[in-house]
């Protein structure tokens, strides 16, 4: 049998964005997104937790070092935290930030970074809105 | 590699129940179900957690759009919210309103309204019966 | 200047209700209390809140020892734990268990437990039937 | 004695903001207002705790019914839900949306709709911008 | 009539401690204080809610910056955060570190530095040692 | 189709730690493990969660009455509430108390004793730290 450990860290941010297809008409827009396509947006604290995948390291008895963690969320929250995600983040100029591309972007972005800089991989990306409604993306 | 996304909504409801067996004398309901056989029932508040999976729609970047979750969720509701399950509810009328069976239930009733009103299927269903117990059911 | 030290321990039950005033038809309670009116009830997972005032013991640095709160809670709680407050419960015989009710209830019971088992007095009762739904209640 | 009995409801929306004072130089807002002063704003999701103080109708057991609150929540927060508040709300065309100042715009709005629709008074508003910060206000 | 503003900002810090009187014989410790006397201590994640009153600058909007603030409690946390509280923090060195007394040196701390770089006064103090369990101190 | 059912139980526990690794100098501990190697340790309320699979009793509509469930948790909790999981639990005596060496510790202990006990068998063991911090283990 094989264990399996895995290292789940939260990180808070809070941003804003806008629900707006623009090959749409106003109304459809108005349709289907509701008081999501309000021309200024609105806003959430959003959480995300990353979920890491390693072997524990029997000198530190753990998968990875928050200390090496943090620089890379640090890193990633500069393009998301205090935000309008529509209007200030370079990977939603032709995509729209709803929770599920969200959770896709901080996927890539992330994993990518993790895979530069530990021995571990990225197992699952969670990321909560509200706390009643969260997107869980991840590639198998 | 295939990418896996998956929304959940978390919706809550008040309700009463209360644990007996009718083929048991009373002394094994009261030895095995303790306080939760009293006569009368208690109750908790409720909270579901639906997950859903499909595939994001790149025109509104959304496995399934909230408005169109909600009248499901108002639907099923109404035989949970307020209710007091044994007596008032027609999923229990031969069985123990535990969250195991709590959580079937709802798995079959919300996914046969998500097979009929939407391309996404049911991943997962969790019952909060407490915020320190809850269940986990799907079918694989 | 006086300093003012208050502790407050939190403790949960779970309980049914229902509301409906007997002096009423059907019709207006049904208006009134709307789905609370439901012939069998339905129920909470209720946080009570007991907020104590009293001196640092010296000693112990401690206004009460828990020790010594434990049994008063456990007491007062056997006739609500797990309990139809309205049927079940010799405080609601002729009051309608609203949330306001049982925090004046809890205050008479746990007030006057402190006082003849302690050195403190009773500060503020708060009672969640909710997350988002609380009453409190004091005598000044 | 009088006994003292308060009602709470806590209702929640998301918006955004942005820190930014027109008679300053960019560099002081920067200085001042670090990354809330960012141009496109950014968003929480707000909490309000509503707190009302009233005497308890013996009929009802209730301070108030919460299907009069409702109304008078669902219009307030017409104005605030989903909304820009630099942009998009009445109340802030001269002042600066912090929680402090959201605070007392609620205090006032729903003070006066309290007082035109029902017997109770507003005992106090609390307004989280984040679990982590908050602002209480009310009149003495 | 007065308004009122209070803000309140939660930070969070991981201590251990132990709950022994020097004065007293082991037995009588174990009898009073139970396991919170084991000889190695225990710990919690401790919440601190800092609760400030002040007047609102109207040319920010806010009683207090937090960007001021940020640097009181950085400075304070240093003997709290990631200590044990008996042995390794210069407050503790004659009084037990219960929640209660815990409650009372932040207040002498927060308190002083605050009169020293604002204008703001110290309101109240909470300490959350579970979520269960808190003590509120504040000097009138 | 198979129908997973997974019931999962939260309990708390309240311990201290230091992270420690003697084949190291000092220095080289402190650079690696930061504030969590001072010397006295610190301390967490840890919230572990057991997840456990069966089949749903017929009479009963549970996988696992709680009753039964009740004194393993509390047999294995001996060893860890109230303690220095370093100085004063006998796991913990060659490896450092991490987040991730304590999760497999305890599916150690109470796989072995669920197996022994009852017809389920463990599915999960989840470890919090802190609400922002936690570990899965299972082996599979």
Chains 1, 2, 3, 4, 5, 6 share one sequence.
């Not at 969670?126 to 993306?137: C, S």
């Amino acid at each position: 049998m094989n264990n399996r450990t895995l290292l789940t860290k939260r990180v808070d941010f809070s941003a804003s964005h806008r629900y707006w297809n623009p090959k749409w008409s106003a109304e459809r827009n108005k349709k289907v997104f509701g008081k999501c396509s309000n021309k200024y947006g609105h806003g959430h604290n959003y959480s995300l937790e990353v979920t890491i995948e390693g072997d524990v390291d029997p000198d530190t008895g753990m998968i990875i070092n928050l200390y090496d963690l943090k620089p890379i969320f640090d890193d990633v929250l500069k393009d998301f935290d205090h935000k309008h995600l529509n209007e200030d983040n370079p990977y939603f100029l032709d995509m729209i930030p709803t929770t599920e591309n969200i959770a896709r972007v901080l996927w890539n972005i992330i994993g990518e970074k993790l895979q530069a800089n530990s021995n571990c991989r990225l197992y699952r990306i969670r990321v909560y809105e509200t706390p009643d409604l969260f997107v869980d993306y991840w590639l198998e």
